[in-house]
Structures are given as C-alpha cells and as structure tokens.
C-alpha cells in the first residue's frame, strides 16, 4: 500500500481519513496545516499527500506550489469543503497548479480510497 500525508486543519477529519487509510492498509501521517504538512512531508517522503485547501499558516494552494517543487513530486489529492468560499472556486485552482485529483467534501471514503488508487496507477509524464 502507499505512504501518505494527510494534511487539513479540522481534527476530527484528520481522524476519520487517518483511520479511513490506515484500515485500507495504507500508511498515514497527519499535519494540521500546510505549514507543518511541508515539514513533514521534507521529512518523511511521502508517496501521497491529501490537502485540505483552507487552512490556516500555508493554505492548501500554497502547499501544492511547494509540493510540485519538491524532487521527487508526490502525488497530490486536493479536498475542500470551501469555508467561506465555495470548492468550486478553489478546486479547480488547485487541478491547474498541480493536483493529480480533487474532491468536495464531503465524499464517501469508498471515493476517497477509488481515486488514491486511479492517482497511484497513472503513468506520469
């Protein structure tokens, strides 16, 4: 299964993904903002990191530029429930600064666990 970071600054959902992954046999790490999640991602080298986009310290645009910088890239998931803002304003922001997928929250963690796997298997180029 993957390494991956989970990185969003609302505990409880960094509970239930972390435990949603873990279940499915994956490795996870949590960050509560993008800040941190940089840090740990430098640290551990994760394959994966999902992102939340709203967050406090580094946002989650921010983290994505800074991730694609990172040699080597890991696969991006974003997620965003909005705030105050709607995903659909910031979720296709972050598929055209280099997320490998988005999703709205909420989502199913069937969906979530789908589209870790389709992300993992795509060739990159």
């Given at each position: 299964?993957?390494?991956?970071?989970?990185?969003?600054?609302?505990?409880?959902?960094?509970?239930?993904?972390?435990?949603?992954?873990?279940?499915?046999?994956?490795?996870?790490?949590?960050?509560?903002?993008?800040?941190?999640?940089?840090?740990?991602?430098?640290?551990?080298?994760?394959?994966?990191?999902?992102?939340?986009?709203?967050?406090?310290?580094?946002?989650?645009?921010?983290?994505?530029?800074?991730?694609?910088?990172?040699?080597?890239?890991?696969?991006?998931?974003?997620?965003?429930?909005?705030?105050?803002?709607?995903?659909?304003l910031y979720l296709p922001?972050?598929?055209?600064?280099?997320?490998?997928?988005?999703?709205?929250?909420?989502?199913?963690?069937?969906?979530?666990?789908?589209?870790?796997?389709?992300?993992?298997?795509?060739?990159?180029?």
């Amino acid at each position: 299964m993957a390494t991956i970071l989970v990185v969003d600054d609302n505990a409880k959902i960094l509970k239930i993904l972390g435990d949603a992954l873990e279940s499915a046999g994956h490795q996870v790490w949590l960050a509560a903002d993008g800040e941190v999640g940089l840090r740990e991602f430098r640290r551990l080298r994760p394959q994966l990191v999902i992102t939340d986009l709203i967050m406090p310290n580094k946002e989650g645009l921010e983290l994505i530029m800074a991730l694609n910088q990172e040699r080597p890239c890991p696969k991006i998931i974003a997620i965003s429930g909005g705030g105050e803002f709607t995903p659909e304003l910031y979720l296709p922001m972050a598929k055209e600064i280099g997320a490998d997928a988005i999703l709205g929250k909420p989502f199913l963690p069937s969906v979530l666990l789908a589209t870790i796997d389709r992300v993992l298997n795509e060739k990159t180029d």
